[in-house]
């Protein structure tokens, strides 16, 4: 793949990654977060395999294989996060009374 | 105001420092490409990504449906599901979506199955398939009764692809082999029973995960906490 649109993804990627970190930290509620969370793991994804496709030849199948995992164990950590975030609003945590305000 | 300025100068800041990261690095890549593809006859499939998932790194892949077997594990631990909440809503739309979709998503799942081993595909694209399929019938206020009544098949469902991955891993030791380290010329057939467990394990997560729970112990009096 050309260099400019490796660039491209990459900055998109960045992009992703930063997003999702200002929602990290700037958003109260847990369901806001842990979207957030999922994209900045987007971004990371993005840039990883955009990494791979550099250069000539066919793309460096690692990466690959490591974000096809790393998609897989993302479901799975959002999984257990929205089933916590569920249990913390059952309980009424603090976090989520801030929210509710 | 200054707030709003702070609050919108942390993401510029991570993404000026994350693209200069990632824009910096050398060019063309230090690559695994020629690694992966000198191998590639041994490896028992010639698709590059399936032979590091299931052949190379292996050991990865195991470990990854560790933490999906971790991951249903730990969200039944938490909370039951709402079967009150997802019951049998009769909308004839619903129905025929379910009624077209689900054979042809559990059909599609098996080919990208069997693709994997030379074109993009393998047992997660195949098993993400299988798990919308699940959803589906969720959805539909299907899967309920049938997870209640079938618990334990359910749950075997859930662990087989670690445990045939396991299996096999141990068993080519018998062959004088490393663990997980397949004897000559049975890459393929080891692969593809690995990851025929790996899509059934894979699928029934991913849809236990939608669901969001344990199955009742009993539907009929179960009331969740």
Known sequence: ?101 | MIGRVAGWALPLGVFAAVAWAVLALPSPAPSLTDEALAAIDESGVSNPVTAVLLNYRSTDTLLELGVLLLAVVSVWGLRRADHAAAGPESSPLLEGLIRGLVPLLLVTGGYLLWIGAFAPGGAFQGGALVGGAIVLLALGGLTGRWFADRQRLLRVGLSVGLAVFSAVGWVVTAWGSWFLEYPEGMAKTLILVIETAALVSIGLTLGCLFVGGGPPDDLETGDAP
């Open chain 1, 1 to 101: 793949m050309t260099g400019s649109t490796v660039d491209l993804f990459l900055l998109v990627g960045a992009a992703l990654f930063a997003l999702g970190a200002a929602g990290v930290f700037r958003e109260v509620e847990a369901l806001r977060r842990i979207i957030a969370v999922n994209v900045m793991g987007s971004g990371v994804f993005l840039v990883l395999v955009a990494i791979a496709a550099r250069g000539e030849g066919p793309p460096d199948p690692v990466p690959h294989a490591m974000v096809l995992t790393g998609i897989v164990v993302a479901v799975c950590a959002t999984a257990v996060a929205l089933a916590l975030a569920d249990l913390s609003r059952r309980h009424g945590s603090s976090a989520d009374d801030k929210a509710d305000r």
